[in-house]
């Protein structure tokens, strides 16, 4: 029997980057503080091992999780206040852990004295350590990566999928709630619709406005429907959130979804400010795809070339037509999406629209 090793998700090995990038960078704080505390080198170490795994842990399974979510969402320094007292709890732990650890082979007490000195030491490391973190996930784990080390500092040709989404009707919505609360009301939806996105294997390349561009590789996204996965979640948490939006609002925002895919050319753009640019026709085919979903009153439109590569749907990628694109000659056909956690509860939800609208 032959065994077949299928190498790991974009999202699994982002997670496990992350989880790295925390590990490396408290490992080498609480090595630090060890050092500081007057322990032997074996302590630092070990303290450094259960610190920076304690750290990633926490930062992967918690911060970035659902039930995280109210971290990622308060005020940046409030969260690192919040963070780094949690890093010191870690560290306090590690100390008494690892002590356990090494007490039959080093006879030391533990060093508690010496806390009152060194717990400032933590803290400080902490916060940088914190910083660092909450840095690399603002910019993207990838993106700092591919721009340290210049992939695509030469333009590179890959095939890509991209997602446009938008909120439907969001002049009607600043008119109605105002441009403070329109701006509340889109900056929770897009922060709502991002993790399903980004979990899936899916790059968030561009907020825009009132929605936002979403980047695959081809492959990834095919492999399993998973970019359709992404879709049925962004639909399931919207659904999810319904009661607080109309808390809050008043309303639950509807939306519409384009997706393409196909070749692109990808590169570094800027020079005091750099980013990683995607460019090509694909990306105009993708955002008309997402008029198409407009003009043809659905939630969601998935190109041909999209529809041919995906698995069996169930029924639920149907053909609705075929749009031209300006500056390409042969039409192309497009298919209607339906979500499949949306499709049951989507007159609920308007239902709720015009009751509280």
Known sequence: MEL?????????????TSILLSVVIFAFLAGLATRANGRPAIFGVFNAIVVGTGVGLFEEFYVQSLRGRWM???????????????????????INLVHL????????????RRLPIVLPVVIAFSVVGVV???????????????????????????????????????????????????????GKFLFD????????????YLYKGDGLIALWDWREAV????????IDKVFA????????YLDQFGVVPSFRIGIHGGEVVVSEQGDTKRAIGVYGSTINIAARMEEAAKVHNVSCVVSGDVAAALGELDGRLQPIGHEKVRGISAEIPIFEYRAREARAERADLRAFGSVFG
Not at 4 to 16: D, F
Not at 72 to 94: D, G, K, M, N, Q
Not at 223 to 230: D, E, F, H, Q, V
């Open 4 to 16: 077949i090793l299928t190498p790991p998700s974009i999202s699994t090995r982002r997670k496990l």
């Open 72 to 94: 990622r969402s308060i005020h940046p320094l409030a969260a690192i206040v919040i963070y780094t007292a949690v890093v010191v709890l870690v560290f306090v732990i590690a």
């Open 101 to 112: 650890l090494l007490w039959p082979f080093y006879r030391l007490p533990v060093p508690y």
């Open 132 to 186: 660092v973190i909450r840095t690399v996930h603002f910019i993207g784990i990838e993106t700092l990566f591919h721009l340290t080390v210049g992939t695509y500092h030469r333009p590179v040709l890959q095939e890509k999928i991209l997602v446009f989404l938008d909120i439907n009707n969001s002049t009607g919505l600043a008119e109605r709630l105002g441009a403070v609360q329109t701006k509340a009301l889109v």
């Open 193 to 204: 619709i991002s993790k399903p996105i980004t979990d899936h294997g899916g790059e968030i």
């Open 223 to 230: 492999k399993g429907n998973r970019i359709l996965r992404a």
């Open 237 to 244: 948490t919207i659904e999810r959130e319904q009661e607080e």
